[in-house]
């Protein structure tokens, strides 16, 4: 038997962490490859609640996150912790997830070592290089070297052959997003006391239809957060819903949200929550207002409704399916909005149909094979 691929994943955020662990656990368990697990710690609770759940132990944490951090000294120490640890590792792979600051980082500091890189995620594209920023050059700039390319459905992998993408470098494999929605959907089955701490929110709210919100993107900062938190306010002063809001770490989300939203009654600010929680919340919820990627992937799945509360996005096979629809950030169109899925039953039925554009649960077991063949 030959040697075994020895591969380094280098991941650092929530949502990468999400999307990585059912990798992780699959390449642990494969014995062609010999794996090890770089985190940057670019995020540092909300990595380390995913790390916890999923039950992983990086070899290397360069915990490197600092408060309220620039786009330019994150990357800069990403890309000498991440150069330093391919020195000491000498992986014959890099495999980054998506669009974040430590994935653009890592598979450029493998591409400094002429380490071919492997791209989760790859070719999701909104066509504007300011929404979402700065992720959409960030993933171009990976798309632009990596040696392969996974991409979770054709559309994506249509935009990187028109980047003239070599076509034998690209594997459809569905968003492992939806692999790691299955398996902690099967872990709370298991272990129902793993999504238990919102019951006393639920009481709380009991009778009212349940909006869950996520914000957080730096495009947002400033007028559109403002906006968001005013459409919040506007929605929560009717008296059939309540709001339940776990507010993103960053400075940025938090000063607006608490200054503008904290002591309304129907309106619960929260800390982040761990998967197994945030799942229960898109159990209950009736639907989901958001900016967030990961959230417009799994809603569908789950056929709950997403406003999007972007101007953009680079998944439009939600928009596609019906679940999703793009409310920008302008308070009277999110407003607007919600109301009419509270108050048309038509309108809410039509888009709550569970769809599976971004995934079938199985993506894992393509990138394995992938991987082993290359
Ligand atoms: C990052 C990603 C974004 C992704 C988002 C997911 C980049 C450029 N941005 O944005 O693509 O959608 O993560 O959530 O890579 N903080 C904490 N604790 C944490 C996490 C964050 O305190 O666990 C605070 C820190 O003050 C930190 C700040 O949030 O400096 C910003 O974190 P950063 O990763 O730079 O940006 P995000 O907005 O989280
Ligand atoms: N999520 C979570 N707890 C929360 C909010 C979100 O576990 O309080 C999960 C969510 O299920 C999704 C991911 O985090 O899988 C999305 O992360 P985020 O919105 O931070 O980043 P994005 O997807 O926009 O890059």
């Given at each position: 038997m030959s040697p075994p691929i020895k591969i380094l994943s280098v991941f650092g955020t929530r949502p990468e962490a999400i999307k990585f662990f059912p990798l992780v656990h699959a390449l642990e368990r494969d014995e062609r490859f010999d794996q090890r697990v770089c985190v940057s710690g670019q995020h540092r609770g909300m990595l380390d609640q995913v790390l916890e759940i999923a039950d992983i132990s990086p070899d290397h944490d360069l915990d490197l996150m600092q408060p309220d951090q620039t786009l330019d000294a994150l990357t800069a120490n990403l890309l000498t912790g991440i150069g330093k640890v391919l020195d000491e590792e000498k992986p014959d792979w890099v495999i980054v997830q998506g669009d974040t600051a430590t994935a653009m980082s890592g598979a450029l500091a493998a591409y400094y070592r002429k380490i071919p890189v492997a791209h989760v995620e790859?070719?999701?594209?909104?066509?504007?290089?300011?929404h979402p920023w700065p992720e959409e050059v960030n993933r171009k700039i990976v798309g632009s070297f990596a040696a392969l390319h996974f991409a979770p459905t054709q559309t994506a992998a249509g935009a990187l052959k028109r980047e003239?993408?070599?076509?034998?470098?690209?594997y459809v494999t569905g968003n492992t997003v939806i692999d790691a929605l299955h398996w902690i959907t099967e872990q709370i089955k298991q272990k129902p006391e793993l999504a238990t701490n919102l019951a006393e929110l639920e009481q709380r709210f009991a009778g009212k239809r349940i909006i869950g919100v996520t914000s957080h993107r730096r495009e947002n900062f400033g007028g559109g957060m403002e906006a968001i938190a005013d459409a919040i306010r506007r929605i929560a002063a009717r008296d059939d819903v309540a709001m339940i809001f776990p507010v993103h770490l960053n400075p940025n989300v938090r000063k607006v949200m608490t200054e503008e939203l904290?002591?309304?009654?129907?309106?619960a600010l929260i800390e982040p929550l761990d998967y197994p929680h945030f799942a229960r919340l898109l159990d209950i919820c009736t639907l989901m207002l958001t900016d967030s990627g990961g959230v417009q992937e799994e809603a569908p799945a789950l056929g709950k409704p997403v406003l999007v509360m972007r101007e953009t996005t680079e998944r439009p096979e939600g928009v596609e399916a019906g679940t999703a629809k793009l409310v920008g950030t302008d308070a009277d169109m999110i407003v607007s909005e919600c109301n009419r899925l509270l108050d048309d039953q038509a309108a809410y039925d039509a888009m709550a149909q569970s769809h599976n554009p971004f995934g079938d649960g199985q993506a894992v077991g393509r990138i394995v094979e992938a991987l082993a063949k290359n």
């Open positions: 790859a070719g999701l594209r909104s066509g504007n290089i300011h003239a993408v070599d076509p034998a470098s690209i904290e002591g309304l009654d129907n309106v």
